[in-house]
C-alpha cells in the first residue's frame, strides 16, 4: 500500500515571499503520478500540479514548481511570490497507474497561511 | 455550468436516520468516486465506479451504499447514521484514458450527525 506523508502540518510565509511544502510517498511501483491539490476555505479541491513519475523534468504552473526526486521518493511544492489568495491546505497525493482503477492518495495536508 | 455538482451542500440530521447526496457531472467521464474528509482534513476515498461498475470499495461498512444509474451519476445513501459519520463528502470524476486521471472534485456535501 501506498502512504504519502506531509510533515509541516502549518506554514506561513510574508505576502511575495517564496515557501516549499514538503512531501515524501512510499511505494513499490514504478508507474505513477503524483500531485499537489489545494483547499481554499471554501472546501473546493482545486489541482494545482502534477507530475508523471517517468519524467525527470520537474512540473510547472506559473508560480507553482515542484522538485520531484524519484529515488529519495521525495515531491516538493515551491510557491513562488506567493499570494493572499494562495491561503488554502495544499494536499500532496500520489495515484498508481492503473487503467479505470485509479485512486489518489492524500498526505494529511499543510495549512498554508499568507501574511499581508 | 459547475462539471461536478453536489446536492446538498450541508446536510444536518439525527443519528439513526437515513440520508442521501446526490452527485452528477457533466464532464463526460466515466469514472466516479466518493471520497470522505474527516475533522482532521484527511481525505480517503471510499469508492469508485467505472460506467456504472463499481470499482473500489475501500472497506466502508455496509451502510454506506452508492448507486450509479448511469455513468454521470454517483449517489450516496446513508442508513442508520452514526456521529462518526459527520464529515465532508467529496464526490469526484476522471476520465478512463491511459493517462494521468485528473480527478475534478465536487464542492463537497458536510454532513452533521447530531
Known amino acids: 500500500a501506498q502512504t504519502v506523508t506531509q510533515s509541516q502540518p502549518e506554514m506561513s510565509v510574508q505576502e511575495a515571499e517564496t515557501v516549499t511544502l514538503s512531501c515524501t510517498y512510499d511505494t513499490s511501483e514504478n508507474n505513477y503520478y503524483l500531485f499537489w491539490y489545494k483547499q481554499p476555505p471554501s472546501r473546493q479541491m482545486i489541482l494545482v500540479i502534477r507530475?508523471?513519475?517517468?519524467?525527470?523534468q520537474n512540473a510547472t504552473e506559473n508560480r507553482f514548481s515542484v522538485n520531484f526526486q524519484k529515488a529519495a521518493k521525495s515531491f516538493s511544492l515551491k510557491i513562488s511570490d506567493s499570494q493572499l489568495g494562495d491561503t488554502a491546505m495544499y494536499f500532496c497525493?500520489?495515484?498508481?497507474?492503473?487503467?479505470?482503477?485509479?485512486?489518489?492518495?492524500f498526505g494529511t495536508g499543510t495549512r498554508l497561511t499568507i501574511i499581508p | 455550468d459547475t462539471a461536478v455538482s453536489q446536492t446538498p451542500k450541508y446536510l444536518v440530521t439525527q443519528m439513526g436516520n437515513d440520508k442521501s447526496i446526490k452527485c452528477e457531472q457533466n464532464?463526460?467521464?466515466?469514472?466516479m468516486y466518493w471520497y470522505k474528509q474527516d475533522s482532521k482534513k484527511f481525505l480517503k476515498i471510499m469508492f469508485s465506479?467505472?460506467?456504472?461498475?463499481?470499482?473500489i470499495n475501500e472497506t466502508v461498512p455496509n451502510r454506506f451504499s452508492p448507486k450509479s444509474p448511469d455513468k454521470a451519476h454517483l449517489n450516496l445513501h446513508i442508513n442508520s447514521l452514526e456521529l462518526g459519520d459527520s464529515a465532508v463528502y467529496f464526490c469526484?470524476?476522471?476520465?478512463?484514458?491511459?493517462?494521468?486521471?485528473?480527478?475534478?472534485f465536487g464542492a463537497g456535501s458536510r454532513l452533521t450527525v447530531l
Open positions: 465506479y467505472n460506467n456504472k461498475e463499481l470499482i
Open positions: 507530475q508523471e513519475a517517468y519524467k525527470q
Open positions: 464532464l463526460g467521464h466515466d469514472t
Open positions: 497525493a500520489f495515484m498508481k497507474r492503473n487503467f479505470g482503477n485509479e485512486k489518489l492518495t
Open positions: 469526484a470524476s476522471s476520465p478512463a484514458t491511459s493517462g494521468a486521471n485528473v480527478l475534478t
